[in-house]
């Protein structure tokens, strides 16, 4: 089974149409049903939206009746000691760095734009003023 698969049958355990899980988490209609990959971005929103999934189900090359019990409390510590979750988490945590700084950067714009803002509404008064 691959990622979307999994995430697909884990919507519909869960009584969840893609729609609703599209709206809710913003992830971009159609991506878990069309041919290409999935991104970490769409990986970490699932997440978010079902804290209690187990990765391991996920990531694992595991056959469903291996887990079944996927949705669960996880034990982090063990996660931790798996290589490839670990490699996963790390990817998340980049991830959420390069968002941060995304939004850095974006609040700095924000900023500027008032600026610009106040500066051309000056200069519209000032020349108001002279046309009166």
Known sequence: MTIKEKILEILKNKGITEYKFYKDTGVSRGTLSNNSGINEETIVK????????????????VLPEENKEYDKPIDK????????????????????????????????????????????????????????
């Open 46 to 61: 699932f997440f978010a939206y079902f804290p209690t999934i187990d990765a391991n189900y996920i990531f694992k090359e």
């Open 77 to 132: 510590a063990v996660v931790l000691k798996e290589p490839n979750t670990e490699n996963y988490i790390s990817k998340i945590d980049m991830l959420i760095n390069s968002k941060n700084e995304v939004i850095e950067i974006l609040k700095r714009e924000v900023e500027d734009l008032r600026t610009d803002k106040i500066i051309f509404k000056n200069i519209i008064e000032k020349k108001i003023l002279e046309i009166h």
